[in-house]
């Protein structure tokens, strides 16, 4: 691990401008996973900007009905959360599929959203990455890629998002509050939080340069069967080759998110409108323009059976 300079930030505003200034600054909080990425050196920070003290911790009502969750309430205490359990249950099931009970015991609601791809080649520093080392190249096209993104891609980057939360979130209508370094404030749509790889893979989010996460906000609830189903490789502390959140009211209508099939959390609205005509219709649309590897093509279908038997536990 390389030196680097920590200062524990004293408010919100002059975190997000001491990061806007400098380029080589990351803020920490939970570190499960910047920690790893530096002792890599697959991130090289000179400097660290400790939030932990900045009061970010709290889930609280809001006058529309819904919750704000701040960005460092840690995940095992999110999941535990009484109303998240009663009203968002989508939420607290994908929490609990994720990583270990020693990491989400550390792990913040702002770092769920914003860990980086567990692809091997990019953690494998004697391997080209675009995301980790841009116009490198990417060896997960032509290697080995049975776990990588079969929609969303491009011909610079493969690589999928791994975050659990996301997609729950996602299929909630999330909202992101931040802020930025001039200490101006705003909202962004969780569908708008993450971006595809483009030819700018190493961009992973909308958010600029110092911007800080203060608070995830969710509307208010929507009801119905909220069930999140994770398919991978063993039963736990592994991150999904597919899965799906998915919110049904009883007449068959709802609404659904998939992981570990993209760069980002995937929803297609107009696929939600075909979830009470089964689970081949949902799939159609929601991987229309699907493109595979040949080694991830499995990925396709395995999307549809999900679906389905999330359908099925839905209908009881």
């Known amino acids: 691990m390389r030196p680097f300079t920590y200062e524990r930030a004293s408010s919100i505003e002059a975190a997000a401008k001491v990061a806007a200034s400098n380029s080589q600054a990351k803020f920490i909080a939970g570190g499960t996973n910047l920690l790893d990425l530096m002792k890599l050196e697959i991130e090289t ?18 006058s529309e009905g819904g919750l704000r969750i701040g960005a460092l309430v840690r995940n095992t205490d999110l999941a535990a959360d009484e109303t998240v359990r009663r009203d968002y249950g989508l939420l607290s099931r994908a929490l609990v599929a994720g990583a270990s009970g020693q990491l989400r015991n ?3 609601t702002a ?18 990455c675009n995301k980790r080392q841009p116009g490198s190249g990417c060896s997960a096209i032509g290697g080995f890629s049975r776990q990588h993104a ?35 404030r705003r909202s962004i749509p969780i569908a708008d939080l993450h971006r595809l790889p483009g030819d ?42 597919v899965s799906v959140g998915a919110v049904i009211q009883p007449d068959g209508t709802g609404r659904v998110a998939v992981g570990g099939i993209a760069h980002k959390p995937w929803r297609v609205e107009a696929a939600d409108t075909e979830l009470p005509n089964g689970a081949r219709a949902t799939s159609r649309v929601l991987l229309a323009d699907a493109r595979s590897t040949g080694q991830n093509r499995f990925k396709i279908d395995l999307v549809e059976r999900t679906l389905g038997a999330v359908i099925a536990a839905a209908k009881g």
């Open 200 to 241: 700018t893979p190493e961009i992973e989010t909308v958010l600029e340069p110092g911007e800080f996460i203060t608070a995830v906000l969710l509307p208010r609830p929507l009801g119905g069967k909220h069930i999140y189903r994770k398919v991978r490789d063993r039963a736990s502390y592994a991150f999904a080759l």
């Open 111 to 128: 770092g769920n959203l914003l860990q980086r791809t567990r692809c091997p080649y990019f953690y494998d520093t004697n391997q080209p």
């Open 45 to 62: 920070p000179a400097h660290l900007i400790d939030v932990n003290d900045l009061g970010l911790d709290k889930i609280e009502a809001t």
């Open 150 to 184: 079969v929609i969303g891609t491009s011909d610079a980057c493969i690589a999928t998002h791994p975050s659990d939360m996301a997609v729950a979130l996602r299929t909630l209508d999330a909202t992101i509050e931040s802020v930025k370094g001039d200490g101006s």
């Open 106 to 108: 550390k792990a913040t």
